[in-house]
């Protein structure tokens, strides 16, 4: 089994501040993990993916996670908010044998002005 | 942009009617998944296909609800006499194991 929980269903920071949004899993097996980004009324675009390799994992528009295997997180960062990152952000985890994605809750982001 | 395609990409229907929509991934993507997507949720898994084989169901995938992907390439989800707890965006994913490319998602509003 496995899952995803993202703390904060809101969080709003100001143009330039960092951008933290907080993503913890549950696997029963070594995860894939996956960010992604939602536009209102628009699909899911993947931000970025951890599959085993290096722990930080550097994505679009300057975003980055870290796997951390101890805390069971992978929180997404970025330096610097940009009025155009305001969206919803979903988390997801995948496991071989489970063959799925299994999301988040999602963090809605608002950047203040 | 995923290269992958629904259509249509919205639907309004009456409760009891019929819909189908269709989602043409790209064509190195072997598997097919579907997913629904309500107000203030994350997507749900419904289904997937590897080539045109239906490998897994989600229990939220009712007798209502069929798809198929006839010849491994592009896929359908119909969903019968529909009601108004369908309402919600219906999203196609392609990809590979461990990866996934989403399309921009039909939404489906049942009056």
């Known amino acids: 089994a496995q899952s995803v929980t993202q703390l904060g269903s809101h969080v709003s920071v100001s143009e330039g501040a960092l951008v933290l949004l907080r993503c913890n899993y549950s696997s029963s097996v070594p995860p894939y993990l996956f960010w992604y980004v939602q536009y209102p009324n628009q699909g899911l675009q993947l931000l970025l993916k951890?599959?085993?390799?290096?722990?930080l994992v550097k994505g679009i528009n300057d975003f980055e996670a870290e796997f951390k295997k101890s805390e069971t997180s992978f929180h997404l960062t970025k330096p610097s908010a940009h009025m155009s990152d305001a969206a919803e952000y979903f988390c997801?985890?995948?496991?071989?044998?489970?063959?799925?994605?299994?999301f988040g809750t999602g963090t809605r982001l608002t950047i203040i002005p | 942009d995923t290269g992958v395609s629904q259509d249509p990409r919205h639907k309004i229907t009456k409760r009891g009617q019929n819909v189908t929509f269709r989602c043409d991934p790209i064509s190195e993507h072997n598997r097919l998944y579907w997913y629904r997507q309500t107000l203030g949720q994350g997507p749900e898994f419904l289904t997937y296909f590897q080539n045109e084989a239906q490998l897994e169901k989600s229990r939220l995938l009712s007798d209502r609800f069929s798809a198929e992907r006839p010849k491994g390439s592009f896929s359908t989800l119909e969903i019968q006499r529909t009601e108004q707890g369908d309402s919600a965006m219906y999203l196609c994913?392609?990809?590979?194991?461990?990866?996934?490319?989403f399309g921009p998602g039909t939404r489906l509003t049942v009056t």
């Open positions: 997801a985890v995948w496991g071989f044998g489970n063959e799925k994605l299994t």
């Open positions: 994913a392609g990809g590979g194991p461990g990866e996934q490319y």
């Open positions: 951890y599959t085993s390799a290096a722990t």
